[in-house]
């Protein structure tokens, strides 16, 4: 009889902690269609500020100018040129304008933490 009453408690233990950690999990989600928020390379289009932020929607308010001018920051993957730049888009139509302001190149690589320091 003392085992069961026991294994009862043990039972309700673990369903209320199940519980508990649902609550917080599904509370702690964003709403549906809100960006999630997330440290990324950023590069502002009207300063040319280059850093690594928090944000989720694109553009975001640039930490450097106050603008809302900051967006994922992409490499350029020609070998002599490397510029790290703002890729740039029309937040409607989602289509990203990727090629390099400086040589032209369409390719391009993530940006490293290194490349935000220099």
Known sequence: MESRK???AAATAVILACAAWLFYFYGS???PGDAI???KPGACSLCGAKY???FGGEPAKCERCGQLGLWYALKCANPECR???P???DVNIMQAD???PK???TKFREVQPDDLLQ
């Open 98 to 100: 990727v090629a390099c």
């Open 6 to 8: 026991g294994m009862i």
């Open 87 to 89: 890729r740039v888009h």
């Open 83 to 85: 510029t790290v730049y």
């Open 29 to 31: 989600q964003p709403e």
């Open 52 to 54: 690594a932020a928090e």
């Open 37 to 39: 928020v997330a440290l």
């Open 103 to 105: 040589c032209g190149e």
